[in-house]
């Protein structure tokens, strides 16, 4: 941010009296920008008979490759309703989410962004595509284009499904994800349940 967006005057990047971090802030009309973290909701979609609704993406970033349902949320949306929506919008399918259907929550400090994903039933899909999805397809574990998925956060949820749908138990599990250079850390923070290594 260059300019403010009342006045157009310069602004400065500063720590504000009372503040821990520098922030943009305009000296003309003593306003501070703050820049929060953006929330990405989405669902596990799945099939009557357990196949996973996934989608190729037709938008960048990761054009091409396979992911679940998922994208900003709108202002004045709740998670439910963004999840929903988006599952409409790139995948073309309706779903429900029952009652404690949050599955996995991730934390993704270095790109301020946090992923709520709900596990859903489907209750109409039209497989094709959408404008922002190539194809879509319901997968089995072993249909999965592993190598193909498009984020970290999309595979890790994934991995965890299967292996919870062999037990018939989805305990929630919240995770922080970061980079150091080219690995990636991904640690679980909580969980619902007890983990088994």
């Given at each position: 941010?260059?300019?403010?967006?009342?006045?157009?005057?310069?602004?400065?990047?500063?720590?504000?009296?009372?503040?821990?971090?520098?922030?943009?802030?305009?000296?003309?009309?003593?306003?501070?920008?703050?820049?929060?973290?953006?929330?990405?909701?989405?669902?596990?979609?799945?099939?009557?008979?357990?196949?996973?609704?996934?989608?190729?993406?037709?938008?960048?970033?990761?054009?091409?490759?396979?992911?679940?349902?998922?994208?900003?949320?709108?202002?004045?949306?709740?998670?439910?309703?963004?999840?929903?929506?988006?599952?409409?919008?790139e995948?073309?399918?309706?779903i429900?989410?029952?009652?404690?259907?949050?599955?996995?929550?991730?934390?993704?400090?270095?790109?301020?962004?946090?992923?709520?994903?709900?596990?859903?039933?489907?209750?109409?899909?039209?497989?094709?595509?959408?404008?922002?999805?190539?194809?879509?397809?319901?997968?089995?574990?072993?249909?999965?284009?592993?190598?193909?998925?498009?984020?970290?956060?999309?595979r890790?949820?994934?991995?965890?499904?299967?292996?919870d749908?062999?037990?018939?138990?989805?305990?929630?599990?919240m995770?922080?994800?970061?980079?150091?250079?080219r690995?990636?850390?991904?640690?679980?923070?909580?969980?619902?349940?007890?983990?088994?290594?």
């Open positions: 941010m260059k300019f403010c967006q009342h006045c157009a005057g310069p602004v400065s990047h500063v720590i504000p009296q009372g503040d821990d971090r520098q922030r943009h802030y305009c000296p003309a009309c003593d306003v501070v920008f703050y820049q929060n973290p953006r929330n990405v909701v989405g669902a596990v979609p799945v099939s009557e008979d357990g196949r996973v609704l996934l989608c190729k993406r037709g938008i960048e970033p990761r054009h091409g490759k396979w992911t679940l349902p998922a994208g900003f949320m709108e202002n004045g949306e709740s998670t439910h309703a963004g999840a929903v929506r988006e599952t409409m919008e995948a073309g399918a309706r429900e989410l029952g009652d404690s259907t949050l599955y996995t929550l991730f934390n993704l400090p270095q790109i301020n962004q946090v992923y709520l994903l709900f596990r859903a039933n489907i209750l109409e899909a039209n497989l094709g595509f959408t404008e922002e999805t190539l194809e879509t397809k319901l997968c089995a574990e072993s249909a999965v284009p592993w190598d193909e998925i498009a984020f970290p956060v999309v890790i949820t994934l991995e965890r499904y299967f292996r749908r062999e037990k018939q138990h989805f305990p929630v599990r995770f922080d994800v970061t980079r150091n250079g690995e990636l850390d991904v640690r679980l923070i909580s969980s619902s349940a007890p983990e088994a290594n």
